[in-house]
Structures are given as structure tokens and as C-alpha cells.
């Protein structure tokens, strides 16, 4: 889902309406039916008061004020304004529509007035005063409007976003500042910054969208930032055929271990099973082999030889066609420790592996300060991919760069990182970065401080590699395919919402297609070989931001049910089935969470 500022989003709803042809009016109609739909969802309330302002955001509010009462609430509306006169376009025509008598608040001392106190008693209140278009500072009227919604003891909703926030804020909020204390908010047809980085609430945030079409918003953002939802498993979720069987969806060689180490093999293991892998095995020191089969039957083992300190040595990779055959990904770094030989293992099988790779861990440490030795060569690897979900400290080794400066500058840093190693990087954290080689940034919301504890970054590295390895198949051959086969029909339409210069190769195919021309066919080819690789970076790149998704909501339902302190890794994994199950529930829902 893009992230859009302030400007495109007026820009996208200016173009709705004139170049689609959807009514200002509907769109309003349904920006406030669904603020009543959310505050229902949400809260237990009867009464209900919507504070409105003058505007667009005021109009949703008297909608929403309206489908409230319909719906058997007890509703008090205050305008800030003067009289209807003072209302302004969409809003003016919805107030007529309203069938209370609103409450007219015009100077800040009517909010001394007893009906204005009493309607604020109420124990929902909806916030519809300021939108998308405020601007720092808050002032005046508004100011006091803020202020008394905070005094109030009931829930808060906010329209869009709190007012008092400025919608393309990328940083959280300081303590002191003056906004909205909402307990939920509804936001229509795309994020915006400040309701993905500011920190604005702990209740639900949720998009919904009201008429603007997808191809519109994309078009028109240009931050090239979207947020991970669960919507986004449509396109790779759906029920298993009745006669699969487990090499269909891939085999994880997780590989890594050491002396006192090796429950990070087994939790990045299971977590791969847990999230579908057909099949799993893990490849560690032979002194290590054993406690892994013990740990988890399901799991098949490969010992591998050892250095005297119990970890990978460099003789192990004399096997290494043995145990790499047949795998699809291929997870390297959990528990692997920092001793020097197995630092080189790790680089020399990082250099030779021909299959999709993800690096974790000490295997990310074993390129400390040499980021440009992750390089695929020319040509090699072109249609797999390699996948690194560094934390901040082994992003700062990566790099070479300050922790600090990693935290400060966190999606250009993950950007630079992804260009450098030619990699789709995971920067960890709160609101993980996801980012590809080819600029695309996806920011993952879910995650929680209780997962802040050793092997969370295990259980994520399995899961990144499950997902992986279920791509469907036609990946493999590139969604652009030269002959243009039906099967591949579905991934070429997602891919082209996500690719400005995918009208082109599909106008050049047609062409093709009517006339046979040899040149045409010759130019056709080129362009789609060069687009082949980009897709099928982007479509592994939508699979890691998903695998990032449930990791963080899985741990969100962990967190619910064992509590932020007490909560552990393997917790997360056991979660992994129900989050998979909200995601199943969510992508066709009205409604797109970046909070719940």
C-alpha cells in the first residue's frame, strides 16, 4: 500500500473525481460511513460526539455523525464555526443531510457552555476538526478544540488522522507537543507518513478506501515507500491443491550452529515448517548434530566438520554439493558464531551458492566492512535472490558507519546497503525497512518491544526463507515472459501496478501480437529481459516484506497471550498459524491495518 503526502493525496482526490468520474460527494459519503463502521468495530459506546471543523475532514464528520445515529447511537455534533454559512464546500451540502441540531462552537469560550461540556461527556468522541491539510502551528479555535477532546474521559477517533498531527511528519512525536490523543484512527485510501513513523497512537490505525482507484494512487506517489498489509497476501496466499505434496512448496537448508549455540538452528527451522516449507534440514557441527535431531524430529540434520572450538570449519564446503542439492533457499548465519575460519566458510559459501540465499546473523558479521563482496557476479544468481535482515549493530558493522547513524537515517541506510550488495535488505527494528536494490521500500507496523529477545531474529530468518521457497513457479521464469503464456498473465498484471513503465511492454506486446513484426519482437525481447530481473526482484522483495508482516504480527498475538516481558522466540513461532489466519481474514476486509 503506497505511502502518499499531503499534496497527492489531495492531487489523487482532485483526479477521482475528474478524470474517473467518482463524485467529491461519494467519496465523502463513504470516508464517513466507514469512520462509523471503524468507531463500531472498535468501542463499546451508546452516546457519541463529533467534534467537526469547517472542512473536508468536518464534512467526514457529519457523515459519520449521521450513520451513527442510524445506526441507534445517541449523537451530539459540535461544529467550530459560526453558523452553516461558515461551512465549505462538500461539508456545507452534508450538513444539510445531518438530522441533529448541531452544537455551534465560534469562540473558545463556548466550550464553557454547559451543552458543550455535556456533549463531551460522551463516551466515544470522533475527531473530524483538522485533516490532511493542517499545517503546523496549532492556534487559536482549534487549539482549544484539541485540548477539551483531550480533557474528555471517553474513547477518541480520530478522522484521518489526529488533529494537530502534520500529515507528512516522518519522525515521532515529542511528549510536549499539542495533537489529538486518539485511541483508534481511520484514514481513507492510503498512509500517510505521519501515520506510519509518528508514534500517534497504541489503539488500531486502518485505510480505508472510499473510491480512489489503485492504479491512481500508485501513479501519483512518489516517495516509492509502501506499507506492509495484510492485503498483500491475495496475491500469494489461497488454498493448497488436494494432491500436493511436500516438494512443492520447497526445501530450507538452514546452516549454522555452534557450541552453545544450537537452539538458533532449530528455531529458524521450525519457523520455516511453520510457514509452510515442504521440507527443512539443517547443516552444523557434528558435535552440535545430535542436540538439533533431538530438538525437533521434523527437522532432518547434516553434520559438517568442525573447528576445535565447535563451530563450521572450512573442510565442510568439501561436501558441499552433497548437502546443497536439491535445496531452494538457503539460510546461513544463525548461531554460526564469529570465530575466524567459519567467517571464511561463510564468505566462501556465500560466493559459490547457487541458490536463493538469506543471511543472518554472524553470517552478515562475516562481511564486516566489506559490503561489496555480497555482489552477485554478472549474470550469476540473476533470477535468485539473496536477503539480509541485519539489526542495527550488524548493519553498522556492514556498513561501516555509527549505530547512531543507522538509526537516524534508517530507510536511506537500508537503501544503500540493498544498492550496494545487490540485496533485499531487512533492517530490523521498530517499523522494519524493507528495502530493494531497485529503490523500492516497503515499511513493515507490526512488532512489538517484547520481541526483543534472543532468537527473534532466528524465527524471522526461517520464515523469510519458507516464503521464499513457496514462490510460485512462474517466478522462476520471470513474470515477463517473451511468449506471453496465460499462466503468467496474473503475475504481469500485479507486477504493473507496481511499474511505471509496465503500460509500455504491455502496448509492445500487443502490437506483436497483431502484426508479427520481427523488429517489434527484437525490441519486445530486449525490453522484457531487462524488466525480467527487476520483477522478479520485486516479487521476491513483496515475499520478505510479507515474511517481515507475520513475523511482527505473530509476535503482536504472542505478546497478547504471554504478555511483552514474558513472551520468547518460540513463542512467536507457535502464534505463527493465527497470524497466518488474521492475514487470510484481513486481505479482503473493508478495512487495512497498519495497527490493530
Keep these: 500500500m503506497k505511502i502518499v503526502t499531503a499534496a497527492e493525496m489531495r492531487e489523487i482526490d482532485r483526479l477521482t ?13 463513504n470516508a464517513g460511513n466507514a469512520v ?29 455523525a449521521r450513520k451513527l445515529l442510524e445506526a441507534g447511537k445517541k449523537v451530539a455534533v459540535i461544529i467550530l464555526a459560526k453558523s452553516p454559512g461558515e461551512l465549505r464546500g462538500d461539508a456545507a451540502v452534508m450538513f444539510r443531510k445531518l438530522p441533529v441540531t448541531p452544537l455551534w462552537v465560534s469562540d473558545q469560550a463556548d466550550f464553557a457552555k454547559s451543552e458543550v461540556q455535556e456533549a463531551l461527556k460522551a463516551e466515544l468522541i470522533v475527531d473530524a476538526v ?51 490523543r486518539a485511541d483508534g484512527v481511520i484514514s481513507f485510501t492510503a498512509p500517510k507518513p505521519g501515520l506510519v513513523f509518528s508514534n500517534l497512537t497504541g489503539g488500531p490505525i486502518a485505510i480505508a478506501e472510499i473510491g480512489s482507484p489503485a492504479p491512481l494512487v500508485a501513479q501519483q506517489s ?44 532449530v528455531m529458524a527451522g521450525l519457523a520455516a515448517l511453520r510457514a509452510g516449507a515442504g521440507l527443512v534440514t539443517v547443516a552444523c557441527p557434528k558435535s552440535v548434530q545430535p542436540i538439533v535431531a533431538a530438538s525437533a524430529p521434523e527437522l532432518m540434520t547434516v553434520p559438517l566438520e568442525e573447528t576445535a572450538e565447535g563451530t563450521i570449519a572450512m573442510l565442510a564446503l568439501a561436501n558441499r554439493d552433497q548437502w546443497l542439492e536439491g535445496k531452494s533457499v538457503v539460510v546461513v548465519g544463525p548461531g554460526i558464531s564469529r570465530n575466524k575460519e567459519t567467517a571464511e566458510f561463510v564468505r566462501d559459501l556465500v560466493s559459490i ?41 550488524e548493519m553498522s558493522r556492514l556498513m561501516a558507519i555509527p549505530t547512531g547513524q543507522v538509526q537516524a537515517n534508517r530507510v536511506s541506510t537500508a537503501l544503500e546497503a540493498a544498492q550496494t550488495t545487490r540485496s533485499c535488505v531487512v533492517l530490523k527494528g521498530r517499523r522494519t525497512v524493507i528495502a530493494s536494490p531497485d529503490e523500492h521500500v516497503w515499511i513493515n507496523t507490526t512488532g512489538n518491544p517484547g520481541m526483543a529477545k534472543g532468537g527473534s531474529g532466528d524465527v ?10 513457496q514462490m510460485p513457479s512462474e517466478v522462476g521464469v520471470g513474470p515477463w515472459d517473451t511468449d506471453l503464456e496465460p499462466e503468467n498473465e496474473g503475475l504481469v498484471h500485479f507486477v ?91 486481505s479482503f476486509s473493508k478495512f487495512s491495518y497498519l495497527q490493530r
Design 17 to 29: 473525481t475528474e478524470k474517473y468520474g467518482v463524485p467529491s460527494l461519494t467519496l465523502m459519503e
Design 460 to 469: 524471522l530468518s526461517g520464515l523469510v526463507a519458507a516464503l521464499l521457497a
Design 36 to 64: 462509523a463502521e471503524f468507531a463500531q468495530k472498535h468501542f463499546d459506546f451508546h452516546t457519541v460526539c463529533v467534534v467537526c471543523g469547517k472542512g473536508n475532514n468536518g464534512g467526514d464528520g457529519l457523515v459519520a
Design 222 to 265: 512518489h516517495l516509492h515507500q509502501d506499507v506492509v498489509t495484510a492485503r498483500d497476501f491475495q496475491m500469494f496466499s489461497g488454498p493448497r491443491k488436494p494432491d500436493a505434496h511436500k516438494g512443492n512448496f520447497g526445501h530450507v537448508l538452514v546452516v549454522g550452529g555452534s557450541v552453545g549455540k544450537s537452539g538458533a538452528v
Design 353 to 393: 551458492c547457487s541458490e536463493g540465499l538469506v543471511l543472518d546473523a554472524d553470517g552478515i558479521n562475516a562481511f564486516e566492512g566489506r559490503p561489496e563482496d555480497l555482489q552477485p557476479e554478472p549474470k550469476a544468481r540473476s533470477l535468485l535472490m539473496s536477503v539480509l535482515t541485519p539489526h542495527p549493530g
Design 130 to 180: 483538522l485533516g490532511t491539510g493542517f499545517k503546523p502551528p496549532l492556534k487559536g479555535l482549534a487549539a482549544r478544540a484539541v485540548e477539551s477532546i483531550n480533557r474528555a474521559e471517553g474513547w477518541v477517533v480520530a478522522v484521518d488522522l489526529p488533529s494537530g498531527v502534520d500529515s507528512d511528519l516522518t519522525e515521532p512525536l515529542e511528549d510536549d507537543e499539542v495533537y489529538v
Design 496 to 586: 504493473s501496478k507496481h511499474d511505471p513503465e509496465a503500460h509500455e511492454i504491455r502496448a509492445l506486446a500487443e502490437q506483436v501480437r497483431k502484426t508479427q513484426d520481427p523488429e517489434l519482437r527484437r525490441r519486445f525481447q530486449e525490453k522484457t529481459e531487462r524488466k525480467l530481473q527487476q520483477s522478479v526482484m520485486l516479487l521476491n522483495c513483496l515475499a520478505v516484506s510479507q515474511a517481515v508482516y507475520l513475523h511482527g504480527l505473530a509476535g503482536d498475538l504472542a505478546r497478547d497471550r504471554f504478555g511483552e516481558r514474558s513472551m520468547i522466540a518460540t513463542d512467536i513461532t507457535e502464534c505463527l498459524g493465527d497470524a497466518f489466519a488474521i492475514c487470510e481474514e484481513e
